[in-house]
């Protein structure tokens, strides 16, 4: 992973509430992530692991309550500053190669020499010869490389994941741990709901369990963090 | 400074696309084309006819076609999120818009220009005289079209029946454009061909407001 310099930042959730008509996807959440921590969101289906996500995101505006960045620890509303993001989908073009993707949202980000980042990521993911190639002839794993290489475009302070092994096959749930390894022990905030996977959750640092929009049980050590990263990986 | 550049970046994608693909630039002229063959086989118009109802039977063309091509403009970006990944990309929403309505204006300015020529053959009238004017009005009322259809199309793109929704919203918002158009272009479809300024003084006002709604709301149109 390209060293970077890059401020440390945490997320604080104060009283989050979102509902879709009457339907609460989160209720009255509240935590506070630390820079640096490495952070699992366990539960099923439908618990809010998502939006609590795309809130963090700022993609999700909260019904009520307030989402705060602690960056080089001044607290700051508003727009999460550097956030790599990857969701369920892939966020990429179908249509464009991988390397226009890339090269898209790093002119966008104003990253600058945009044609070398682009390439530095496209060889990180294992991408580089297949640069040229339309986005739409990928299988779903080699979608997933371009979606994680264009959320580590702007070398991001905090990583959001929703999922993020979905599609990836062993070699490539491996090489992603490796990233994710680089990228925490660099300092990086990780916030990442996982389904299914083990290798990935054993880098986390803390796990937090949601059920039916709440959080239940917020963990770092011992029995009860196992349970809960067992429940991820469920 | 920041908007233009995103705003450029943006509209390069757009392009290369669109160009790439060609699905909404050949759907939308097939379309235009057979509308202008069905009305001509319909109404059979002589050439004093076609002066005066020619322009209407244009732009309501050219609306259909619009409603055809808008359509995908939102709902494109979301089979992959790419809308969020645009939104976490771009210092201002905004810039998305810009680059959405600049594209749909120069695709629609690009079908009437291709057809602008079969329609003067097929109704047997004269547009070279004013054709500089035309052109004017073409780029008026297209970007008029495109302000507010991509601002619906983002509406739209999020409702749960979005492929009625735009047509059903579209058409009646478009209503006070197609009576300007087709009246500053019947003005120039005539025998004297003339400018009736108060109908282009109309399409510019239209433009500027939807612009400036658009500026003020972009943001709140692309949430979740």
């Not at chain 1, 609590?52 to 700051?76: M, N, Q, T």
């Not at chain 1, 060889?123 to 779903?140: A, W």
């Not at chain 2, 057979?34 to 109802?53: G, K």
């Amino acid at each position: 992973m390209t060293p970077t310099v890059f401020s440390p930042t945490g997320i604080r959730f104060e009283n989050i509430d979102k509902r879709y008509g009457g339907l609460y996807a989160l209720r009255r959440v509240s935590l506070e992530i630390s820079a640096g921590e490495c952070v699992v969101f366990a539960g099923r289906n439908g618990s809010g692991k998502t939006t609590l996500l795309r809130i963090a995101a700022c993609l999700v505006r909260p019904s009520s309550g307030r989402v705060s960045f602690l960056d080089s620890g001044k607290e700051r509303d508003g727009t999460l500053p550097r956030a790599g993001f990857v969701a369920h989908a892939t966020m990429v073009y179908d249509e464009l190669t991988a390397e226009e993707n890339l090269l898209l949202f790093a002119r966008l980000q104003g990253i600058a020499e945009p044609a070398a980042r682009a390439e530095a990521l496209l060889r990180e993911v294992g991408l580089l010869e297949r640069r040229s190639s339309l986005v739409r002839t990928f299988s779903r794993g080699m979608r997933q490389r371009v979606a994680i290489a264009r959320a580590l475009l702007n070398q991001p302070a905090v990583v959001l994941l929703d999922e993020p092994t979905t599609g990836l096959d062993p070699q490539g749930a491996h090489w992603f741990a490796e990233t994710l390894r680089h990228l925490r022990d660099s300092g990086r905030t990780i916030v990442m709901s996982l389904h299914g996977e083990s290798e990935v959750s054993t880098l986390a640092t803390r796990a937090i369990q949601l059920d039916a929009g709440a959080v239940v049980a917020d963990t770092r050590t011992g029995a009860n963090f196992r349970s809960v990263l067992a429940f991820a990986n469920a | 400074m920041a908007l233009l550049s995103n705003t450029t970046v943006l509209l390069g994608k757009e392009l290369r696309t669109e160009f790439r693909s060609r699905e909404l630039l050949t759907t939308t002229t097939v379309f235009v084309l057979i509308v202008m063959v069905l009305f001509s086989f319909s109404f059979d118009p002589t050439s004093e006819e076609s002066r005066r109802f020619g322009a209407g039977l244009l732009w309501l063309a050219f609306l259909f076609a619009a409603s055809l091509m808008l359509q995908s403009c939102f709902l494109r970006e979301q089979t992959s999120d790419t809308l969020s990944a645009l939104r976490l990309s771009v210092s201002d929403p905004f810039a998305i818009f810009l680059a959405k309505l600049a594209a749909n204006t120069l695709f629609l300015l690009l079908t009437e220009l291709l057809l602008l020529p079969v329609f003067a053959v097929m109704y047997n009238v004269a547009v070279l005289p004013a054709l500089h004017w035309l052109v004017l009005v073409f780029f008026l009322g297209s970007l008029g079209v495109s302000i507010a259809g991509t601002a619906l199309s983002a509406i739209s793109a999020q409702a749960r029946m979005r492929e009625l929704l735009l047509p059903l919203l579209l058409l009646p918002l478009l209503t006070p454009i197609l009576v300007a158009s087709t009246e500053v272009t019947a003005a120039l479809f005539d025998r004297s061909p003339y400018v009736q300024w108060k109908g282009v003084g109309f399409l510019a006002v239209f433009d500027l407001a939807f612009l400036t709604i658009l500026w003020l709301l972009g943001e709140y149109l692309v949430e979740e």
